[in-house]
C-alpha cells in the first residue's frame, strides 16, 4: 500500500522547513506539522531577535563615539517597547516567509503537535498519516538548574517578551545566550552582572577568546563573577550563591544550557536509540537507529547552529530523494558570539590544536580600533592564528572585535580550503580596515 507521503517532516524550524522545502522540489510527497510558528527557535527566539536587541545595544556606545567625530545628538533615550513591538512585526514577517516558501514548493502543511507511533506512522490532530521517511527535526528547549526559587526565573525564551527592562539584572552562565544577553542588557542601561561557574568564559573556544572577552566587558560596565553558582533564589529577588554570597536583583536569566526536544516524541517507543541527554542519535547520513526515521538540527545535539541544521536539511534530502548520499562536513564551521564586542572564531582553538598536532605556531595582535582614536574609548580589537608548524597550514582564526562575524566569515574560506600562512602573508590587505591584521601578522607569539 503506497504511504500516504515520502516525507513527514516533524518541526518547522530551519532544517526542518529546508529538507521539507528542498524534498519537494526533488518530487517529493511532503508534509511538516508545525504547532507553533514556523521559524524554529532561530526566527523567534534565537538568532534573529537576539542579533536586533544586540544592534540596539550597540547604539548607546555608538553615539558616545560619535561625538568625539563632530556629532552631537542630545541626550539620547530608549524606548523598551519600541523596541519590542518592532521585532515582534519583523519576526512575524519572518513566520510568514518560512511558511510561504513550504507552501509554495507544495508541502502540506499541519498545524498539529505530531508524534512518532512506528517507523512509517505519525499521529498529527488527530489523524495517522504514513510516511516512507520520517523526519523529526524539533529543535532544544532551554534547561534550568534544580534550585529552589527556579520558578523566579526566566531563560532567554521569555527574555525577547518582557513587558520592561529591569533595573538589574543577573545572567548566569558562560556561553553564547549568557554572553550575548549580559551585553544586551548592559548596553540598554541594565545594572548587569554575569555569573558562571567556570573559570573562564567560552569553554570550548580558544582560552584567549574568554580571558580577553571578560576584561573588555568589564570595561563596560558588566560585573563578572566566575566560579560563581546561584544556590538559591527567593522573593525579591535575592540570589543566595554556592559561597553564600548574597545579591538582590529584578531578574535572574538562567542560560545554562538547552536539552534536546524529544520529550513525549514516542521515538523511544518507535525503537529510535536516544542519547544520555535526550538528543537523537544518528550517523553521518542524519539516519536513526530505525533506518526509516531521521533527525536534523539541535535535537541530535551535534553541532547546534542555524546553518548546519539548514546544511544538514539540504544533505538529507539530497540523500533520500536524489540518490546523492551526502554527510554534513562539521570541521572548520565558523562561528559568532554577538556579545559588545563581537566574539569569532573558525578552525582549531591553540588548546586543540596542541592536542591533533603537536608543534604550532601562534600568531596574535591587539589593538584599538581606528574608528575609538578619537573620543577616548579603550577597547581593543583581539586576533589570533594557530598554524601547523610542519605543513604551515592556518588550523583557526579567532577574534574578538567589532563585525567579528562578517570578516571571520570570509577567513573562514581560507581556513576551509587548507591555506597557509604564507599565503595569509601573500594577501594583501585593505587599509585601514581590522581585517588587514588577519594577513600582516608576522612576529610569532609561540
Excluded at 163 to 168: F, G, I, K
Excluded at 302 to 312: D, G, I, Q, Y
Amino acid at each position: 500500500m503506497k504511504p500516504d507521503f515520502d516525507l513527514f517532516t516533524i518541526g518547522g524550524g530551519s532544517g526542518g522547513v529546508r529538507a521539507s522545502r528542498v524534498a519537494a522540489s526533488y518530487g517529493a510527497r511532503v508534509a511538516v506539522a508545525e504547532s507553533g510558528r514556523f521559524g524554529g527557535t532561530c526566527v523567534n527566539v534565537g538568532c534573529i531577535p537576539k542579533k536586533l536587541f544586540a544592534y540596539a545595544a550597540h547604539y548607546r556606545e555608538d553615539f558616545a563615539v560619535a561625538r568625539g567625530f563632530g556629532w552631537n545628538l542630545g541626550e539620547p533615550r530608549f524606548d523598551w517597547r519600541t523596541l519590542v513591538a518592532n521585532k515582534d512585526r519583523e519576526i512575524a514577517r519572518l513566520n510568514g516567509v518560512y511558511e510561504s516558501v513550504l507552501a509554495k514548493a507544495g508541502a502540506n502543511i499541519l498545524r498539529a503537535r505530531a508524534t512518532v507511533i512506528d517507523a512509517h506512522t505519525v499521529e498529527a490532530g488527530g489523524e495517522r498519516y504514513t510516511a516512507r521517511h520520517i523526519l523529526v527535526a524539533t529543535g532544544s528547549w532551554p534547561r534550568l538548574p534544580d534550585i529552589p526559587g527556579r520558578e523566579l526565573a526566566i531563560t532567554s525564551n521569555e527574555a525577547f517578551f518582557l513587558d520592561r527592562l529591569p533595573r538589574r539584572a543577573l545572567v548566569v552562565g558562560g556561553g553564547y545566550i549568557a554572553l550575548e544577553f549580559a551585553s544586551i542588557f548592559n548596553g540598554l542601561g541594565v545594572q548587569t552582572t554575569l555569573a558562571y561557574r567556570g573559570p573562564r568564559l567560552l569553554r570550548g573556544f580558544d582560552a584567549d577568546l574568554g580571558g580577553h572577552l571578560a576584561g573588555e566587558m568589564r570595561k563596560k560596565g558588566v560585573v563578572i563573577r566566575l566560579q560563581c553558582i546561584p544556590a538559591k533564589l527567593e522573593q525579591g529577588i535575592k540570589v543566595t550563591y554556592a559561597d553564600g554570597a548574597a545579591q538582590e536583583v529584578d531578574l535572574v536569566m538562567f542560560a545554562t544550557g538547552r536539552k534536546p526536544n524529544t520529550a513525549g516524541l514516542g521515538l523511544e517507543g518507535a525503537g529510535v536509540r536516544l542519547a544520555g541527554d535526550g538528543a537523537v542519535a544518528v550517523d553521518r547520513y542524519s539516519r536513526s537507529s530505525v533506518d526509516s526515521i531521521h533527525a536534523i538540527g539541535d535535537v541530535t545535539n551535534r553541532l547546534n547552529l542555524t546553518p548546519v541544521a539548514t546544511a544538514e536539511g539540504m544533505a538529507l534530502a539530497k540523500t533520500l530523494f536524489r540518490n546523492e548520499p551526502t554527510p554534513v562536513d562539521h570541521v572548520n564551521v565558523p562561528t559568532a558570539v554577538f556579545s559588545d564586542p563581537n566574539v569569532a572564531a573558525v578552525g582549531l582553538s591553540e588548546e586543540a590544536a596542541r592536542r591533533q598536532y603537536g608543534e604550532i605556531d601562534i600568531y596574535k595582535t591587539a589593538f584599538r580600533a581606528l574608528k575609538l582614536t578619537l573620543g577616548g574609548h579603550e577597547e581593543r580589537t583581539f586576533m589570533k592564528l594557530v598554524v601547523d608548524a610542519a605543513s604551515q597550514r592556518v588550523l583557526g582564526a579567532h577574534m574578538i572585535g567589532p563585525d567579528a562575524g562578517e570578516i571571520i566569515q570570509g577567513v573562514a574560506i581560507a581556513v576551509k580550503l587548507g591555506a597557509t600562512k604564507a599565503q595569509f602573508d601573500a594577501t594583501i590587505g585593505i587599509h585601514p580596515t581590522a581585517a588587514e591584521e588577519f594577513v600582516t601578522m608576522r612576529e610569532r607569539a609561540s
